[in-house]
Each structure stands twice: as structure tokens, then as C-alpha cells.
């Protein structure tokens, strides 16, 4: 086990007793534990040199749903199962953030946190209704489809683009390269879902936010490498985009000396959109390694060819 430090390996223990008290888990760091018999880990931003001696290891899970604090080492066990942070509670969570984050957008809340912190009674009309806006997402796998869901309960108008066509009841689907210009035409508001890959880094450029309508907003919530920060920048201070809510960033945590941490459209997160309770998180890797066991099928295993 390898994630929240040292102090929370107490409660880890804990979670997992709760969820299959068969499993023995130990600190990463535990020098009493052989390598050899370590048969799973669960970890975030592991060091290099440790996965090569666990010679009797099967699975490694991820603490969070992305991977490449993982994939980037290069002794990362690529014969065995790779498995991404997934569950209910995970899409729940990253469901409600996306729901907030766009209702932060649509009221212009931002505006009145600002002038809260000068004690100015700041009173403005909002000129849209969520049944008067659309919502773009991309990146429709599990979290994006609940964050769709909980959208349209809203009476957001949804519509995805992903890398294949979708078939998701009321969500207009988008894929590929030559349909990315017009989901971003008819997008009021962007949401940032997809997965860090080589063809996603940097996508969310001047170029692509140049798309948008005049005053959209962005949401960025999957991977920091999505977005060019001093672009976004610009087109937030050029009134391009009204107003971004970003969880995730190129740099982590977010230096002190980071403009977005003080620009008046931009409302900052410590990259906790999806996050479940330990609880959770230690539910779904006890069921997984039941699955495992018994020789089932895994959920959310990292595709190396994908990159997802």
C-alpha cells in the first residue's frame, strides 16, 4: 500500500479488514515484507525499482483513477493486469463535481465568492437557465456518462465526443478528429474527461477554445497534461471564455506562483473531482482481487494500446 503517506496506512488497514479481512495489507515502505511475496499492490506515484523484485506479484492497482504515475516508470509490470480507481462511488463523486462545476459556471458564482471576500453585495441577474445551455463532454466512459446523467437531471442539453461513437439515451455522440470542430461549434460549456494520452496532451489549446462559442466555459477534470495553461489564460482574459473550473493540472500541487490561483474567472480544486472514501476505494480493490482469484473478469484494466 502506497498512498495518503505513512500516517494513513493505519486507516487502509482498517478499510480493508472491513471489506475482506483475508487480505493482509502493509506499508510499501514495511521492511519486514518480503518483495517476493507480495502478490498485489495499490499505490500512487510509486518509486522506481521496487516492482522488479515483487516476483510474485498479480495485480497493480491504481489509488486514483489515472495511471501514469504508474505507466511512466519504466519497470512497471506490463505482463500483469493495471488496473484504474473505478466503482460507483467513483463515477458518483465525479458526477456530482461535474454537476457543480457547470452550475458554478452557469450561476457565475465565482463572481459573488469574489465579491463575499470584499463584503460587497454584488446582486446580477443570470442570463441562461440550464435549459438554455449545452454541455460538451469528452471522454465518455464511466465517469463521463454519469456526469451526463446527472446533467440532464438538471436540464443541461448533453453531447459527448470521444475517440468511438456512443450510444447514450439524450446525449448527441461525437467521434473522431473530423467531428471534433463541430461538437466544439454547439459547446456552451467544455468538460475535460479523457484519458492521458499521447493524442490527448495538450489538446485543449488556443486553437481548440478558439472553437467555442464567445463566453463558453471550461471544466477541466481529467488529466492536467489536457490543458495549455497560458492559453487558457489568454482566452479567459480576452472574454473568449467566460470562466473556467479547474481540478487538474500540468504541475501538482499547484505552485504558489500560478496565475490561475488568482484570476477572477477561475475557481481552482486540489484534484478532488472523483475522489471516493477510503472505504470505498478499498471495497473496490477487495472485490477486484476476489475477481482475480477466482478468475473473473477485472474492471477498468489499463490498455496499453489505448492508453487508457
Request: hydrophobic share 40%.
Amino acid at each position: 500500500m502506497k498512498s495518503g503517506g505513512e500516517k494513513a496506512v493505519a486507516e487502509w488497514q482498517t478499510c480493508f479488514r472491513k471489506a475482506d479481512p483475508r487480505l493482509e495489507v502493509r506499508s510499501w515502505t514495511d521492511p519486514s515484507v518480503d518483495p517476493a511475496d507480495v502478490r498485489y499492490v495499490m499505490v500512487w506515484e510509486p518509486e522506481p525499482g521496487r516492482f522488479p523484485a515483487m516476483t510474485g506479484l498479480r495485480a497493480v492497482f491504481s489509488s486514483a483513477a489515472g495511471v501514469d504515475h504508474i505507466t511512466c516508470l519504466p519497470d512497471w509490470p506490463r505482463h500483469l493486469p493495471l488496473i484504474r480507481m473505478g466503482g460507483e462511488e467513483t463515477a458518483q463523486r465525479m458526477g456530482e463535481y461535474i454537476a457543480w462545476a457547470c452550475l458554478t459556471l452557469l450561476r457565475e458564482t465565482r463572481v459573488f465568492a469574489l465579491a463575499q471576500a470584499e463584503r460587497c453585495w454584488a446582486n446580477r441577474e443570470s442570463p441562461f437557465s440550464a435549459r438554455q445551455r449545452t454541455i460538451g463532454i469528452m471522454g465518455l466512459g464511466n465517469l463521463g456518462q454519469a456526469a451526463a446523467r446527472m446533467l440532464q437531471g438538471l436540464n443541461f442539453t448533453v453531447r459527448g465526443w470521444s475517440r468511438g461513437r456512443k450510444d447514450i439515451p439524450g446525449v448527441r455522440s461525437f467521434a473522431g478528429a473530423e467531428e471534433l470542430p463541430e461538437f466544439l461549434a454547439g459547446t456552451d460549456i467544455l468538460v475535460s474527461l479523457l484519458p492521458s494520452t499521447p493524442e490527448t496532451t495538450g489538446l485543449v489549446d488556443a486553437a481548440l477554445l478558439a472553437r467555442l462559442p464567445m463566453g463558453a466555459g471550461l471544466v477541466s477534470a481529467g488529466r492536467g497534461q489536457h490543458v495549455v495553461e497560458p492559453d487558457l489564460v489568454a482566452a479567459l482574459d480576452s472574454g473568449h471564455l467566460s470562466g473556467a473550473v479547474m481540478d487538474v493540472f500540468a504541475t501538482e500541487p499547484l505552485p504558489p506562483d500560478n496565475p490561475l490561483w488568482v484570476h477572477p474567472k477561475v475557481t481552482v480544486t486540489p484534484h478532488v473531482a472523483s475522489q471516493a472514501t477510503r472505504q470505498d476505494r478499498a471495497a473496490y480493490v477487495a472485490q477486484a482481487i476476489a475477481a482475480q482469484e477466482a478468475g473473473l473478469p477485472l474492471p477498468n484494466v489499463y490498455d496499453p494500446e489505448r492508453g487508457y
